[in-house]
């Protein structure tokens, strides 16, 4: 080969080399290596996503067929992005243990106060098991952070939700949803009103017109005319989107649900239903005893009952003998609480536990020496105005108020009935009853019946009023099963009993007469007698010491339960000491907020009538004349009224003979004023 050959062939070699390098050197840039395999995996995703769109196209012809080996794509992959900009600080509030959502494998199952069947359940979900492909949030956690990201604009950070925000989000995460697809079937269609009703104000809403607006919804708020006011219902927040108002959420033992934190507790002591069984099949707190037999993997349930907003919670029984175990209630010596079901109709329970023989004592003590006029004991009086003594209710009674053991146990009576806060206005003072030997007190309501409206205070608790809604009797004697005395109600029948082995009211008189048991001892054919015989023929609470017993005088909607009809049996032998408490729906007449039949109270007015003759007006001013009182605040008993220190305004107060006002600096009580008779009273510190 001559020289420029060989020169020639080492140029060409030379030029080859560099434009290899330049073209290592600039492909990244203009063609990627992995070109091909890229795009295949794109368009392979693009396929994905569009099968599970139902999007999928026809395949072109040449195209891969079933038979074909597939595509590999790498591992699907956990969501990255949050499903909500809170889901971190609610991953923080509700406890992702390790990861796990408290909602995963939890049911959500919805009743409506007071009933013990459900009316709607959480939307049938998908497996939520597999690695790699199970969501980060359940379905729960999810309609509950949309409902979030819709409350107040997104604007409300979760660690600063109060009960009432908690609410408004459960109840749009239940009802609303996104997409008009909520968490519950159908998004609660079977949870609406149980009462007729008629033009409800979220159907006129223009916001919502051509939307389904879920009967839920209507439910929670019962509109203009059927929602009473309470005392913080300016707190309510209402509904997302919808804006209408929410309703509160329960547990079976009525606690209610006040917090993300405390809904993802329960949610972690959800059980696994066990099915169907009979009552000698059920455990003590109501569920079927499996004896190991429940489906391993099995879906939990967290039953909510919901309260419509303005009314409160009432147990849902389902059968005689069942138990409610109520551990969040407090007592003397620790000892635990439950509720045993008595009566289905009416609503009658057992309390076991929930006052000892020293309460009992002391209550008994304080009603003895009480002195003022309108709290010592004496002849019992009815109605809703004044004092009138009815020839039918022969027994003797008094009130405490203020004492200390009667406030001990109205703040555990509220607890039972579901309240998570101490209201005094709801209650009125514990009444002590005395019954000596053939007194008595014929069938009533603890309703207060103001049919023709003549009164100032609305008591119409279907609708906008307040009335008694539950009662606790509390029996402080022991008496045997010949003595009498019992708690009657006459349109119930004993428990356990076969409706072929019901006695009549004529089998049972003729059975009284016979055994000799009202000889001399009560007037043939009187009213004491007739109650003696239903005494002994119908449901009927005998009393022992420290025996409490729970019934409710209205319905969930407010209507009165004429079921709960009761009286006080004679006594035949002995003598029965009771008290009993009285619980109302909304604050009682006389306490700011109570609710006002205005056209009453206009036409009593324009009569020169006065207000009422039994309240009384009191004022409490700070002299600043002692340096103690710098920082003095009033209470009435144990609940805060206002600043009375030094510079703070007098303050005004409507209140009624008895009344106990405290002056606390700091915990420490220094001043009490019980209020007396005078119509206008003036104190000072």
Same mark, same amino acid.
């Given at each position: 080969?001559?020289?420029?050959?060989?020169?020639?062939?080492?140029?060409?070699?030379?030029?080859?080399?560099?434009?290899? &390098?330049?073209?290592?050197?600039?492909?990244?840039?203009?063609?990627?290596?992995?070109?091909?395999?890229?795009?295949?995996?794109?368009?392979?995703?693009?396929? $994905?996503?569009? #099968?599970?769109?139902?999007?999928?196209?026809?395949?072109?012809?040449?195209?891969?067929?079933?038979?074909?080996?597939?595509?590999?794509?790498?591992?699907?992959?956990?969501?990255?992005? +949050?499903?909500?900009?809170?889901?971190?600080?609610?991953?923080?509030? $509700?406890?992702?243990?390790?990861?796990?959502?408290?909602?995963?494998? $939890?049911?959500?199952?919805?009743?409506?106060?007071?009933?013990?069947?459900? !009316?709607?359940?959480? *939307?049938?979900?998908?497996?939520?098991?597999? *690695?790699?492909?199970? +969501?980060?949030?359940?379905?729960?956690?999810?309609?509950?952070?949309?409902?979030?990201?819709?409350?107040?604009?997104?604007?409300?950070?979760?660690?600063?939700?109060?009960?009432?925000?908690?609410?408004?989000?459960?109840?749009?995460?239940?009802?609303?949803?996104?997409?008009?697809?909520?968490?519950?079937?159908?998004?609660?269609?079977?949870?609406?009103?149980? @009462?007729?009703?008629?033009?409800?104000?979220?159907?006129?809403?223009?916001? &919502?017109?051509?939307?389904?607006?879920?009967?839920?919804?209507?439910?929670?708020?019962?509109?203009?005319?059927?929602?009473?006011?309470?005392?913080?219902?300016?707190?309510?927040?209402?509904?997302?989107?919808?804006?209408?108002?929410?309703?509160?959420?329960?547990?079976?033992?009525?606690?209610?649900?006040?917090?993300?934190?405390?809904?993802?507790?329960?949610?972690?002591?959800?059980?696994?239903?066990?099915?169907? !069984?009979?009552?000698?099949?059920?455990?003590?707190?109501?569920?079927?005893?499996?004896?190991?037999?429940?489906?391993?993997?099995?879906?939990?349930?967290?039953?909510?009952?919901?309260?419509?907003?303005?009314?409160?919670?009432?147990?849902?029984?389902?059968?005689?003998?069942?138990?409610?175990?109520?551990?969040?209630?407090?007592?003397?010596?620790?000892? +635990?609480?439950?509720?045993?079901?008595?009566?289905?109709? +009416?609503?009658?329970?057992?309390?076991?536990?929930?006052?000892?023989?020293?309460?009992?004592?002391?209550?008994?003590?304080?009603?003895?020496?009480?002195?003022?006029?309108?709290?010592?004991?004496?002849?019992?009086?009815? =109605?809703?105005?004044?004092?009138?003594?009815?020839?039918?209710?022969?027994?003797?009674?008094?009130?405490?108020?203020?004492?200390?053991?009667?406030?001990?146990?109205?703040?555990? !009576?509220?607890?039972?009935?579901?309240?998570?806060?101490?209201?005094?206005?709801?209650?009125?003072?514990?009444?002590?009853?005395?019954?000596?030997?053939?007194?008595?007190?014929?069938?009533?309501?603890? @309703?207060?019946?103001?049919?023709?409206?003549?009164?100032?205070?609305?008591?119409?608790?279907?609708?906008?009023?307040?009335?008694?809604?539950?009662?606790? &009797?509390?029996?402080? #004697?022991?008496?045997?099963?010949?003595?009498?005395?019992?708690?009657?109600?006459?349109?119930? @029948?004993?428990?356990h009993q076969a409706e072929e082995d019901r006695v009549q009211f004529k089998d049972a008189k003729a059975a009284l007469l016979k055994s000799g048991d009202v000889e001399n001892v009560l007037v043939r054919d009187s009213w004491e007698e007739k109650m003696v015989v239903k005494c002994r023929s119908r449901l009927a609470i005998r009393p022992h010491s420290s025996r409490a017993v729970l019934f409710y005088s209205q319905n969930p909607d407010g209507?009165?339960?004429?079921?709960?009809?009761?009286?006080g049996c004679p006594v035949i032998h002995g003598e029965k000491w009771a008290a009993n408490l009285w619980v109302w729906n909304a604050p009682r007449g006389g306490f700011p907020g109570s609710p006002t039949n205005m056209e009453v109270v206009k036409r009593n007015r324009a009569s020169g009538k006065a207000p009422d003759d039994n309240q009384k007006k009191a004022s409490f001013t700070n002299t600043q004349t002692d340096s103690r009182m710098m920082?003095?605040?009033?209470?009435?008993?144990?609940?805060? @009224?206002?600043?009375? =220190?030094?510079?703070?305004?007098?303050?005004?107060?409507?209140?009624?003979? =008895?009344?106990?006002?405290?002056?606390?600096?700091?915990?420490?009580?220094?001043?009490?004023?019980?209020?007396?008779?005078?119509?206008?009273? $003036?104190?000072?510190?």
């Open positions: 080969m001559s020289p420029s050959k060989g020169l020639g062939v080492v140029k060409t070699g030379v030029i080859c080399i560099v434009a290899y &390098l330049v073209g290592v050197a600039l492909s990244p840039h203009i063609l990627p290596i992995d070109f091909l395999s890229s795009k295949l995996q794109h368009l392979a995703k693009s396929h $994905v996503n569009a #099968s599970e769109n139902g999007n999928v196209a026809s395949a072109p012809a040449g195209s891969p067929t079933p038979n074909s080996p597939p595509v590999k794509l790498p591992k699907k992959q956990p969501r990255e992005e +949050p499903a909500s900009p809170y889901e971190p600080s609610y991953k923080s509030i $509700v406890g992702f243990d390790e990861g796990n959502d408290p909602f995963r494998g $939890v049911d959500i199952v919805l009743h409506r106060n007071g009933e013990p069947d459900s !009316c709607s359940r959480q *939307e049938e979900v998908v497996s939520e098991e597999g *690695e790699g492909d199970a +969501p980060s949030l359940s379905p729960a956690s999810l309609a509950i952070l949309r409902a979030a990201d819709k409350l107040k604009a997104g604007q409300k950070p979760l660690d600063q939700y109060t009960k009432y925000d908690v609410d408004s989000v459960l109840t749009h995460a239940l009802a609303v949803g996104r997409d008009e697809k909520s968490l519950l079937q159908g998004q609660g269609y079977s949870c609406g009103p149980t @009462w007729e009703e008629k033009d409800h104000y979220v159907d006129r809403a223009p916001h &919502l017109k051509g939307k389904t607006i879920s009967p839920m919804l209507k439910f929670c708020d019962m509109g203009v005319d059927r929602t009473t006011i309470q005392l913080d219902h300016g707190e309510n927040v209402r509904v997302p989107e919808i804006q209408s108002l929410p309703c509160h959420f329960h547990t079976r033992e009525g606690v209610r649900v006040t917090s993300l934190e405390q809904l993802a507790q329960i949610a972690r002591e959800a059980t696994v239903p066990a099915g169907e !069984c009979t009552e000698e099949e059920r455990n003590n707190d109501g569920t079927c005893r499996t004896d190991g037999d429940a489906a391993v993997g099995g879906r939990r349930e967290l039953h909510l009952y919901a309260v419509q907003v303005g009314r409160v919670f009432i147990f849902a029984p389902q059968y005689v003998g069942e138990i409610f175990e109520l551990p969040h209630v407090k007592v003397p010596r620790d000892l +635990p609480v439950w509720l045993e079901v008595i009566s289905l109709q +009416p609503r009658v329970f057992d309390v076991f536990n929930f006052f000892d023989r020293d309460e009992s004592a002391a209550i008994v003590d304080k009603a003895l020496k009480e002195t003022s006029e309108t709290h010592r004991m004496k002849r019992s009086s009815t =109605g809703a105005s004044g004092y009138n003594v009815n020839s039918q209710r022969t027994s003797e009674n008094g009130f405490d108020t203020h004492g200390k053991v009667a406030q001990a146990v109205k703040r555990r !009576c509220m607890n039972i009935l579901g309240f998570d806060a101490y209201e005094e206005s709801l209650t009125d003072g514990l009444q002590v009853l005395r019954y000596n030997k053939t007194t008595a007190y014929i069938p009533h309501l603890d @309703w207060i019946d103001d049919y023709k409206k003549q009164q100032e205070h609305d008591f119409d608790s279907e609708h906008l009023g307040s009335n008694r809604f539950a009662t606790i &009797l509390l029996y402080m #004697s022991d008496l045997n099963e010949s003595d009498g005395g019992e708690t009657v109600f006459p349109h119930g @029948w004993p428990p209507t009165p339960d004429k079921d709960s009809l009761h009286g920082n003095a605040q009033l209470y009435f008993q144990d609940t805060f @009224w206002g600043k009375l =220190g030094f510079g703070d305004p007098v303050l005004n107060v409507n209140t009624y003979e =008895g009344h106990q006002w405290n002056v606390k600096v700091g915990e420490k009580t220094v001043k009490t004023f019980v209020i007396d008779k005078k119509p206008k009273q $003036v104190y000072t510190i």
